[in-house]
């Protein structure tokens, strides 16, 4: 089933073409890792993808519907979005911050139930914050702070997935947790992700697709193993880089 596509997408800043006529399908139970270097819009482009901005040209698709198509709330269940950082301007317990996921699936006039709870609990689980659901949010490390956005998401349980740098401000372990958490969600649930990624290495762990953006308008899009070339990948990001493969795993360095 594809969850999220996108015809002739162009994606404009000022008189800079970032993304050129994008054709793109992502369906249940694909991780598609956006790659390239800084400055090539790959944040921008998760906007035009979430809907948080227009496109210059071209559609953006939820399932057999324009996004535009569908009302916020049908969206907001439909996919979620967790972005690079998120600015905490009210103190409140960790638990209230997760539970905000449920808020698509309530009606007007109804509060979070007990079932509501117990999802919201788990997810914090899942990302190794048991324990947290008192804790004051704005106390929260950078890190800490990551995973609690990725709690809310999964608390919301969406199944299109878009995250900007999901593994950004993590140290190695958690690094490693949560994109084996995100692979879990592909593979067990049927999700299907979308997410931007520095790390090339950790990128070719979890993507069973990548778009790559050059930055010249371009973007490369198709099953990871075609797309993460090092012919590809050097060209984009101007230095030559090499694979080597070594514990069962495919590792990116420069070369």
């Excluded at 790959?42 to 071209?58: D, F, I, S, V, Y």
């Amino acid at each position: 089933m594809t969850l999220l596509s996108t015809r002739g997408l162009t994606v404009r800043i000022g008189t800079r073409v970032l993304v050129a006529a994008l054709d793109l399908a992502v369906r249940r139970g694909e991780v598609w890792c956006l790659l390239g270097p800084n400055g090539v819009g790959k944040t921008t482009l998760l906007h035009t993808l979430a809907g948080a901005r227009a496109p210059e040209a071209g559609s953006v698709w939820l399932g057999d519907q324009p996004l535009s198509a569908r009302p916020l709330a049908e969206q907001a269940c439909w996919r979620g979005f967790v972005p690079q950082s998120v600015h905490d301007a009210f103190p409140a317990p960790v638990l209230d911050v997760v539970l905000q996921g449920r808020h698509p699936h309530l009606s007007r006039w109804h509060w979070e139930g007990e079932a509501d709870r117990t999802l919201a609990l788990a997810a914090l689980a899942r990302v190794g914050l048991a324990g947290f659901e008192s804790r004051d949010v704005t106390t929260l490390s950078g890190g800490e702070r990551q995973r609690v956005a990725l709690a809310t998401l999964l608390t919301q349980d969406p199944p299109l997935a878009l995250l900007d740098e999901p593994l950004a401000h993590l140290d190695l372990a958690q690094q490693l947790r949560v994109a084996e958490l995100l692979a879990c969600e592909a593979r067990e649930r049927g999700r299907g992700l979308l997410l931007s990624i520095h790390d090339l290495s950790l990128a070719q762990r979890l993507a069973t697709h990548a778009l790559l953006l050059p930055g010249d308008g371009r973007a490369i899009a198709g099953p990871a193993a075609e797309v993460m070339t090092e012919a590809a990948l050097s060209a984009a990001f101007g230095h030559p880089l090499s694979a080597v493969h070594a514990h069962g795993h495919r590792w990116w360095l420069p070369a």
